[in-house]
DNA sequence: ACCCAGGCGGGCG
DNA sequence: CGCCCGCATGGG
């Protein structure tokens, strides 16, 4: 069954790209997105000309849902837009990837694929999660899709080995151990976006910057604002003239800067940041 | 061969 | 506290 979506401001590709959850197991070949959740299978490609987005699924329904939550099309970018424009920089950045979304995932999926992204590159991510998904992904009747906690709960160290998830394997055995034992994580969904980072913070192996991700990527809280290596080079470069800041004033400074829609900023900061650092 | 990757924990001063 | 180091693995 198919379907049309229109939304305004949106680009599928750059969403998909930007190191962000759905990107590191979902396939996107031929300009076509495809990949299984909740047991039914969603295709999505966007018209390169109108922008419209051609659903396909077996539940065209869901498929409506799920797309429209995963990549936030019901968010008003216009006025998005609007509140980061502070500088000339970011209107550039706005501009050079206009569409690029903040997606909304699972919070386990998030803080799975996050865990292993640390001191890691986005290739070496990928093929980790989609070992992790052949090894432990729930079985649908259109293949595999990404496990829940559950599916984790037989996993040893040597599976993750395995995975090449290297010294990450130990966190995330303690971080399927702390969710199942101590924190569940479909209570923080009310909780705000600092309440969210101090639980998970609690797991062995989730610093500030997993925290900010799970909280953005996971919970859709677009006040939280992930600092990884590139944010804190391009933030340094382009509004510091090159000086060394903290990480907590730098904190401080998106705060004050994008305020409430800061995660966003974040986002077209780091996509800028990783395709252009050079030429900035 | 060698370097480095969407960090983090632990130990030391 | 802040700083610094090691960490598993494999892609470029």
């Not at 939550?69 to 509140?83: A, P, T």
């Amino acid at each position: 069954m198919r379907a049309i979506l229109k939304p305004k401001d949106f680009n599928l590709k750059y969403s998909f790209e930007s190191g962000q959850p759905l990107g590191f197991y979902a396939d996107f070949l031929d300009n076509i997105l495809s990949y299984n959740v909740h047991s039914h299978i969603v295709r999505v490609k966007q018209d390169a000309d109108s922008g419209a987005l051609k659903l396909e699924s077996d539940s065209i329904q869901f498929a409506k849902a799920e797309v429209s939550s995963r990549f936030r099309l019901g968010d008003n970018m216009e006025r998005i837009y609007n509140e980061i424009s502070t500088d000339r920089f970011m209107e550039q950045s706005i501009q050079k990837y206009n569409g690029l979304r903040v997606t909304l995932n699972d919070p386990w999926e998030t803080l799975v694929v996050f865990i292993i992204s640390q001191n890691n590159n986005i290739k070496r991510i990928r093929n980790s999660t989609l070992r992790l998904i052949e090894r432990f992904g729930k079985v649908t009747q259109f293949g595999k899709e990404f496990p829940s906690l559950d599916d984790f709960l037989d996993a040893n160290e040597s599976d993750f080995k395995a995975a090449g998830l290297g010294f990450r394997s130990r966190y995330m055995l303690h971080a399927i151990e702390y969710c199942t034992d101590n924190l569940d994580l479909r209570m923080l969904k009310n909780k705000d976006s600092s309440d969210i980072k101090d639980e998970l913070l609690q797991i062995k192996g989730v610093g500030d910057k997993i925290a900010d991700c799970v909280a953005l990527m996971g919970y859709g809280k677009l006040d939280a604002f992930p600092i990884d290596v590139w944010i804190k080079r391009i933030l340094e470069k382009v509004y510091f003239k090159g000086t060394t800041i903290s990480i907590e004033r730098l904190h401080d400074f998106a705060a004050d800067k994008w305020g409430k829609y800061a995660g966003y900023a974040q986002q077209y900061l780091y996509w800028n940041a990783r395709n252009n650092f050079s030429m900035l």
